[in-house]
């Protein structure tokens, strides 16, 4: 039938308008042919020519030390796997409860697809927000070692994947990519794991929460870990595996599961010695920077890579004695962090995140107090108003619908530059309300104050919305970490860097494969000459005789009239740096003489103390001179 009707087709005459549409169909069926069959051609001849590596070959890749170096070559750690760290665990010693909370989490059709989920992967492409790699593209990406962002890379782990499903059963690539993959602090493997966290042995007698904990770890490990980034941080993505596990039937709806932060150990080369607590941060600072940075700690342990530091050996070694010698006479309850950066370069010369456990106190939030107040003075600036421009400030004043109420330091005649120098608060409230406090955020982020912090948005409300009056005094939480980049953007004259503490990973043979590239750019204004002006402005008004910025303040939680944070940041042209002393429990700081601590006293000593050794071969002359500042007494 339907050759009599081509016929009758053919039949017809030779129009202009039938030969257009010959052509169209000719096109249509190249068009075809070339969208689908050479995809299908290129798949099929990459799948004859690669080859899946073997599990046992992975696993014997993967004994390498990371050595971590300081600035001048030296080695400041090594990063080796835990003993045990590598033991396999069969699949029928996998417990049923851990392997449905990493299928749940990490591939929930793993049982049924073939090598990967084109849901998955096709919802990835148009959301734009990553991911959609399942459980083989893993296996496959973490046994070739090539985790490169490329078109071509991710077409081979999807040959490879539909490969490895071919020639293996379900049950043996599980086994094969639980071995393989790591769940932090140098483990590889479940048993490792759930003796790293827990101090247990793998087996049936694991519950539900700690099940949904260590699969919890394996999308990224360094920043999950409760030790590096908090136990709020760690019980989100804990909740978030609980919720895929319920949602997908695993576990009952009405089930009761409770984070199991009480029950997670320390990390265990901490409590073996083989780092101090301090090298410990450092540790894992570095590598959460390197796992946004495209290499993860097995990417880095797979091919016996060293990483350079920006930290400076010699700096490092004077503010941890600063520290250390300054607290030894305080209450055995203060805590301390100090945190250093080059101004040009954005490079973090020291970060001292504490020696007194497993909290990082250089990346954990703090209230900044009345440190705040540059970036408020930056503010004002940005809005034309002059460092010498009165700023009548009553000693009561309501802002976003809360009283404040601070004594009248400096009168009528008070202006930014008198109020930073004596202490004065009411005048920046003043300043809040005049410019809003979105302007006053806004500054803040332009001087290097990020927008979150492990996924919490910073100087809001709870909501993650709202800006609420207490940044008029400094009230939210900031972390050493970013103050110190802040104020280093004013110390480089209104030009912003990011701090970090990367600067090359190199192979076993010494090639450089990543390398931090940052460019400074102007923060506060797109010209760079405004930017300048703002900046400098502001050294002005912290710039004291000695030839150094520094802002000495404390922070006061609520209605509280007691302190529970004080801080020191400054900065000459060579080094910004922040030092900030508190309390794990947030108590009110008092010193070893009874007095009311304030930053201008045991932080500002540190500071001092830092800034000294670091300038003992520099000049340290500020962009900008100006007289001394007043500080504010013990009240």
Known sequence: ?????????DAKPDTPRRRRWRRIRRIGYWTFGLLVGVPLIAFWVAYLVLDVRSPQEVLAGLDKTVVLKYSDGSTLLKVIPAD???????????PAKLRDAIIATEDPTFWDNQGFDPTGIGRAFLTGVGGGSGITQQYIKKSTGDDDATLGRKFAELVLATKITQEQSKEQIFESYVNIISFGRGTFGPAAAMNAYFGKKL?????????????GMIQSPSVHDPAASGDA????????VRDKLKDRGYVQSDEKMAYPGAEVQAPSETRAGRVTYDEFHIKQQVLAELEQDGFPLGRLQQGTMTVETTLDHGMQDAAKKALQERLKSEPKEFRGAVVAVDPKTGAVRVYQGGDQGVRDYASTPHAAGSAFYPFTLAAALRRGYGPDVPVPAPEEQEFLGEKFKYPDVCGLKCTPRTAMRAHADGPFIALAKKLGPDALSDTARQAGIPETVDGTPTMREKDGFLIGPGIAIGRYPLRPLDMAGAYATFAAEGRRTTPHLVAK??????????????????????DGDESRRIAQDVTGTL??????ALRTGEAEHGSSPDNQDAWAVGYTPQLATAVWIGSDDDRRLKDASGAKLTGDVVPADIWRGVMAAAHQDATARPPAAGPPPVVRPPR
């Open 1 to 9: 039938m339907a050759t009599e009707e081509n016929e009758e087709e």
């Open 84 to 94: 045990g760290d590598r033991t396999f665990v069969p699949y029928s010693q996998v």
């Open 203 to 215: 087996d049936d007698s694991i519950t539900w929460s700690e099940a949904a904990f260590l699969a």
């Open 233 to 240: 941080h760690a019980a989100r993505r804990w909740e978030y």
């Open 505 to 526: 990973v190199r192979d076993e043979s010494g090639a450089v494969v990543w390398e931090h590239t940052d460019t400074a750019r102007p923060a506060f204004d797109e």
């Open 543 to 548: 710039t004291d005789g000695g030839g150094a």
